[in-house]
């Protein structure tokens, strides 16, 4: 395994002593009373896994569940640790594509040990968390675990932000009468709704998580100090679903109105288009009786030609003007 692939951090009392030391030192530090141990692995192998297992005593089935690709968001208790695993979330309005990135994270008494199957998740960004909030480290694992599911909501406030953004701009666009933008709005309605949905299956799990690591906290020493900042984590995880929901509410309205306003420009087109129909008939039945092979009014007579032309133009122009005033045409 690359050396890049492993990120590494201890604490003393608080205080970060070292970073990116060996892997092979996090069990020696984990015998310490006074140390927080951070380990943090990207894309490991199976035999690291295992051996990590053995070492920390994590239960295999929260293992297994770290590497599967498509666990859903949960917190499970275990005999020695607690095991978490989240999906963080990027939205990109240009090419209307959700993102998503797995972080699992094992709790310990004295250490967590985070797991990402990819790069997609920025694992620097709770660095900085923590570093911000240094004089949190003292309350050891809960506030590293705050820091990491802190800087996953708040992303899913960005990405739902984006989202929201996006649907503004398809309302802007509903009733344009332009062909081009109506069969736009329709592929970007379809991309968003696709978006949304794989964003409320993140964002609406994290609930449950959230609430579990809080019942968990309250039962730990010193839990109390972190009450605050987790019942502050529990709301903004609440709001960010119940603002996907509104959305998929805004979405589904958009996607229904496109329906019925395409429904309503076939209406107008097929009105016009008898309107046209109707006009076009009277010449055609005038020229077609006049054209029949027996003696009429003005036959061959210049003024049978004329009385037949004004005949045309009147009766036509009348069913225009007709049309015109009901707003067929």
């Not at 990120?7 to 996090?26: H, K, M, Q, S, Y």
């Not at 192998?45 to 994590?58: F, G, H, K, P, V």
């Not at 609406?204 to 972190?226: D, Q």
């Not at 288009?273 to 077609?288: E, F, N």
């Amino acid at each position: 395994m690359a050396v890049g692939d492993v990120r590494t951090r201890v604490w003393r009392n608080g205080i970060l002593e070292a970073e990116n030391f060996p892997l092979d030192d996090v069990s020696d530090y984990l015998e310490q009373d006074d140390v927080l141990i951070w380990a943090d692995l990207c894309s490991p192998d199976a035999e690291l896994l295992d051996r990590l297992a053995d070492e920390l005593s994590l239960d295999r089935h929260a293992v297994e569940d770290a590497v599967e690709m498509h666990e859903r968001p949960k917190a499970s208790r275990y005999a020695s640790h607690t095991f978490i695993t989240t999906y963080a979330i990027t939205y990109n309005p240009q090419t209307s594509e959700l993102r998503t990135g797995r972080v699992s994270a094992f709790v310990m008494p004295r250490g967590v040990m985070t797991v990402r199957l990819d790069r997609e998740f920025d694992i620097e960004a709770v660095v900085r968390e923590w570093d911000d909030n240094a004089d949190l480290m003292k309350y050891g694992p809960k506030a590293l675990v705050h820091g990491l599911l802190d800087v996953i909501v708040d992303g899913y406030f960005v990405a739902v932000t984006a989202l929201d953004d996006q649907i503004d701009r398809l309302e802007e666009l509903l009733f344009d009468d332009n062909p081009k933008v109506a069969r736009e709005l329709q592929r970007n309605t379809f991309a968003l709704r696709k978006s949304l949905t794989e964003a409320r299956r993140t964002i609406l799990p994290m609930r449950e998580v959230v609430n579990t690591v809080m019942r968990r906290v309250a039962e730990l020493e010193n839990g109390p100090e972190l009450a605050a900042y987790y019942e502050d984590l529990y709301d903004h995880v609440l709001r960010a679903a119940e603002w996907t929901e509104s959305l998929r509410d805004m979405i589904t309205s958009i996607f229904e109105t496109n329906l019925s306003l395409s429904d309503t420009r076939m209406n107008l087109i097929m009105k016009k288009l008898t309107a046209w129909a109707a006009i076009i008939a009277v010449p055609t039945a005038i020229t077609g009786y006049f054209g029949q092979n027996v003696p009429y009014p003005g036959f061959a007579r210049h003024w049978g030609f004329y009385l037949s032309v004004t005949t045309i133009v009147v009766v036509a122009g009348s069913l225009y003007g007709l049309f015109k005033r009901k707003d067929w045409l």
